[in-house]
């Protein structure tokens, strides 16, 4: 993992950008983590809505 070498010291990033990339990818893995865990608890409530096929849909996660 680069964040572990940069701070083992083994070496120094051109820039920060991949240690920024991967904070940011353990952000949405906990994130993820989270919502699992609350809808395996029934802590998590779905609501549904239309949309065009190829669209993103944003979503939201209303703990009950």
Do not use: K, Y
Request: charged share 35%.
């Amino acid at each position: 993992c680069e964040i572990e070498a940069v701070l083992d010291g083994v070496h120094q990033p051109e820039s920060l950008s991949n240690v920024i990339d991967e904070v940011e990818l353990m952000e949405r893995l906990l994130e993820d983590l989270r919502v699992l865990t609350l809808a395996e608890a029934g802590r998590a409530t779905l609501s549904f809505q239309r949309a065009r096929p190829g669209r993103r849909v944003p979503w939201r996660l209303r703990e009950s």
